[in-house]
């Protein structure tokens, strides 16, 4: 491939020829954790709902462990899309760093920042049937850019565009009707979802995939309307039977 770098048996599409990642119409919300700590993983993966992972260069940063070695543990606890990010900011440096990435694992998916640089490179990657999520989107703008590139997935960034007085859930709407006219197979990962609120309308606006924190998933499971059910059921059953199940 002229310029990029990358060298091997798959030749890169035509311009403008649009990427089969197998995206079908009703396709399911998967849930992803944005956390690179084992333990919040471990925990999430035992309730059976996780189906992948989001890292950055800041939660790597967080656990003290080099990056390959963190993320092959995150590969053996989850077994679906890990995304991992490279540390480059020119389009060669991220090319190279994205092929030794997925030699890690084979649920690698290689992540890349909405740069001009970063969309170079994930036009290479993709070239090369290699999976791209391009991070750190931020207008509908932006996502055509990616789709183009072929990216696997878009990260629109719902709670930091909130943060400066938007309303960030608009750009995930916007982002699903472009790719819709046109075909686009790129998956839109909705991410800095902070709250259940967050992840409901994620959910409404049509996502592929919502990407969270540990908390935020494990909040998902609180109200106060169940709690007080169960309590009332559990009572009701000791009555009869003059036994003393215990909730939970």
Known sequence: MPESGVTGAVAEPASGALLNWGLSEGSTLKIFLDTANLDELKKGASWGIV??????PTLIAKEGKPLAEQVRMICDIVDGDISAEVVSTEAPKMIKEGL??????????VKCPLT??????????SGERIRVNVTLCFSP?????????????????????????????DL????????????????VLAASLRSPLHVVDAALAGSHIGTMPFKVLDMLFNHPLTDKG??????DYAKVFHETPVAG
């Open 51 to 56: 189906d992948g992972v989001t890292t950055n």
């Open 100 to 109: 030794e990435l997925i030699k890690i694992h084979k649920n690698i998916v």
């Open 141 to 169: 703008g932006q996502a055509l850019l990616a789709a183009k590139a072929g990216a696997y997935i878009i990260s629109p960034f719902v709670g930091r565009l909130d943060d400066i007085g938007w309303t960030g859930m």
């Open 172 to 187: 995930v709407r916007q982002i699903i009707t472009i790719y819709k006219n046109y075909g686009y197979q790129t998956q």
């Open 230 to 235: 169960l309590d009332q059921f559990l009572k």
């Open 116 to 125: 001009r640089d970063g969309i170079q490179a994930t036009k290479a990657l």
